[in-house]
């Protein structure tokens, strides 16, 4: 490990870790099994052992899974592994020069390599009624349980209020629970930013199917109650929505504040380099918060999702060890809505303008979308098809040229192209 750029104490040098997720849990396993001995020190500000997201919107929330499913490391692994987990504790400030990090209760850390994995936060729509009660975003755990515990009982009136894979889990969630559903979004096709109108279609339909109503493209013009508690959505489009329960989720922004009043770069979240180094040379920042340069498209890009989170705390905790590390993962996600799975790999960014090539049937629900941009896959997602992702990620890093044709063709094995 390289030295510390400011003198301390063998028993102060240690690796402090700002953020209870993934990210953060991932990093601190990783600096153990590198061989790291020394202290290393979780701040997490949530009540909670650090946990993971996916299953919040999900299974989770459907009451399919438990506690357990959120954690990447059962609780016992932190004391067994000498990683000191602050629950319930905020990091206020990070001095740089003095290598040390300030906590809410006023007492400090010393650090010799610092992580900052402080995540995102929901973003807020000053929408006029949010304030009543039966009105909730969607980001924590705290957050699912409460979800959980209303939508399990079933028929609530259900708003919506935003399109995207978060939004349209929930809605397929509450679904299933036996609630009504009318879901807002800005896009006139669901998740169309995401993969396209004609992909977008697929998932709306289904949804439809099992009774989500889409009111798109439209927002909230104002959320009205009676008594304190919600009772109805006016929408921008004029339609007045029955509701007592309404869930607003229309994407997040990542916590910058603690970097950025540290002195670090920050460009659409904390900027690091493809091995996650800030702008300082002790501090790295690892998950949804960071934007890293990544060395397949030489450009910086920030990604919310749960493979990214544990392939950066990975690669943050070696660099933290001085070891040469990159980020080079191709970004990775997934879904399950009703009956619909989906797995995606590669660049959103790159897709804008690229050739949308289908593998199989999009009326049966069953297919391969690959986005091909000057010849290559920049993009990959399959739809109730599996065991595919590897060859998708290989098309995508390798950056050969690909015969369409050929990728459009089921009895052409995707090696072969």
């Not at 809410?104 to 900052?116: C, G, H, Q, V």
């Not at 929901?122 to 009543?132: A, E, S, T, W």
């Not at 699912?144 to 939004?167: C, D, P, Q, R, T």
């Not at 934007?291 to 890009?301: D, E, G, I, K």
């Amino acid at each position: 490990m390289s030295e510390s750029s400011s003198p301390a104490t063998p028993a102060e040098t240690g690796m402090v870790i700002i953020g209870g997720g993934l990210a953060g849990a991932t990093a601190a396993e990783t600096l153990r099994t590198e061989g790291w001995q020394g202290p290393v020190t979780i701040v997490a500000d949530e009540p909670e052992t650090p946990y993971q997201r996916p299953p919040l919107s999900k299974g989770f929330l459907a009451g399919k899974e438990g506690d357990d499913a959120l954690l990447p490391y059962p609780a016992s692994w932190y004391p067994e592994n000498n990683v000191t987990v602050l629950t319930g504790t905020a990091a206020t400030a990070v001095d740089p020069a003095a290598h040390t990090v300030t906590l809410s209760d006023a007492s400090t850390l010393r650090y010799a390599k610092l992580l900052i994995a402080t995540g995102a936060s929901p973003r807020v729509i000053p929408f006029p009624g949010v304030d009543l009660d039966g009105v909730h975003y969607f980001r924590t755990k705290a957050d699912s349980v409460a979800m959980k515990e209303l939508l399990s009982a079933g028929g609530h009136n259900l708003v919506m209020i935003g399109s995207g894979w978060i939004g349209m889990e929930i809605a397929a969630t509450a679904t299933e629970l036996g609630n009504n559903v009318a879901l807002l979004g800005l896009e006139d096709v669901p998740l169309s930013v995401a993969i396209g109108n004609e992909l977008g279609r697929v998932f709306a339909s289904r949804h439809e199917e099992a009774g989500v109503k889409f009111v798109l493209p439209s927002s909230a013009k104002e959320i009205k109650g009676d008594g304190g508690h919600v009772t109805e959505v006016v929408t921008t489009t004029g339609e007045v929505l029955p509701a007592d329960l309404v869930i607003v989720a229309v994407g997040v922004v990542p916590n910058t504040a603690l970097a950025k009043d540290a002195g670090l770069t920050i460009s659409n979240g904390i900027q690091v380099s493809g091995s996650l180094a800030t702008s300082d040379p002790d501090i790295f920042a690892a998950g949804d918060v960071a934007n890293s340069l990544h060395p397949v498209t030489n450009a910086y890009a920030r990604s919310e999702h749960w493979a990214n989170a544990i392939a950066s705390g990975k690669v943050a905790a070696r660099s933290m060890l001085g070891q040469d590390a990159v980020l080079d993962d191709i970004p990775y996600f997934y879904t399950d809505q009703f009956d619909l799975g989906m797995e995606y790999s590669g660049f959103g960014a790159l897709t804008k303008d690229a050739e949308l090539v289908v593998r199989g049937s999009l009326e049966k629900r069953e297919f391969i979308a690959f986005w091909v941009l000057e010849g290559r896959v920049v993009a990959g997602m399959n739809v109730n098809i599996w065991d595919v992702q590897d060859a998708i990620k290989d098309l995508i890093s390798s950056r050969r040229t690909v015969d369409t044709a050929k990728l459009a063709d089921p009895q052409t094995p995707l090696g072969d192209i």
